[in-house]
């Protein structure tokens, strides 16, 4: 099995800043792209952050110029750094990656870890 743990998440004044971690570990044979997801009560769950295996990057427009996806090949972890936080990014934020986990199979899965939960404010 593939597992995703997440840490990193706590509680922030507004303007501060965090840094999430999300290490995959397990059978992988291919990580495809990962990503940070955030889903706040009575929202729907929306991409925050993602990076793909050749390094390239998009961002919600929400959180453009505050927040940096980066991630450690080797260690097979993303990691999202958030600054000048405010309190609309108050949420619980997931770990995602597409992963091949098999030589046996071309198929790719998306995988999910149990969330982390940011909250800012004063």
């Known amino acids: 099995q593939v597992q995703l743990v997440e840490s990193g998440g706590g509680l922030v004044q507004p303007g501060g800043s965090l840094r999430l971690s999300c290490a995959a570990s397990g059978s992988i044979v291919r990580i495809y792209g990962m990503g940070w997801y955030r889903q706040a009560p009575g929202k729907q769950r929306e991409l925050v952050a993602a990076i793909t295996s050749g390094e390239s990057t998009n961002y919600a427009d929400s959180v453009k110029g505050r927040f940096t996806i980066s991630k450690d090949n080797a260690k097979n972890t993303v990691y999202l750094h958030m600054s000048s936080l405010k309190p609309e990014d108050t949420a619980v934020y997931y770990c995602?990656?597409?992963?091949?986990?098999?030589?046996?199979?071309?198929?790719?899965?998306?995988?999910w870890g149990q969330g982390t939960q940011v909250t800012v404010s004063s």
């Open positions: 995602n990656a597409r992963i091949a986990p098999s030589w046996l199979t071309s198929q790719a899965y998306n995988y």
